[in-house]
């Protein structure tokens, strides 16, 4: 069993921070690619932001400048530090991970549960 489990969302004013976390574990041997991505709303799940477990980073565009992405391969653990939070940044937002297991399987396009964020004008 592999589980990828976010936490950090909440509620926060525009112009604030917040840092979300996505700690994976199981039967884990390596995560390639872990990431962001977010949900609003009545609208298309749309990428926000990855990174290679050898620390190659891809933002969405309009995420430039205001969300860093990290991880911690020791821990099986990407973050997403968010800074000046818009009401348009609303949404849920999901892990994605791209695993090997030690039995060889891969797990393409894993998901976690989501965690909200809500920014208020």
């Known amino acids: 069993q592999v589980q990828l489990v976010e936490s950090g969302g909440g509620l926060v004013q525009a112009g604030g921070s917040l840092r979300l976390s996505c700690a994976a574990s199981g039967s884990i041997f390596s995560i390639n690619v872990m990431g962001w991505y977010r949900q609003a709303p009545g609208k298309q799940r749309e990428l926000v932001a990855a990174?290679?477990?050898?620390?190659?980073?891809n933002y969405a565009d309009s995420m430039k400048g205001r969300f860093t992405i990290s991880r911690d391969n020791a821990k099986n653990t990407v973050y997403l530090q968010m800074n000046s939070l818009k009401p348009e940044d609303t949404a849920v937002y999901y892990c994605n991970a791209d695993i090997t297991q030690y039995d060889g399987r891969r797990l393409l396009d894993y998901w976690g549960q989501g965690t909200q964020v809500t920014v208020s004008s």
């Open positions: 990174i290679t477990d050898d620390g190659i980073i």
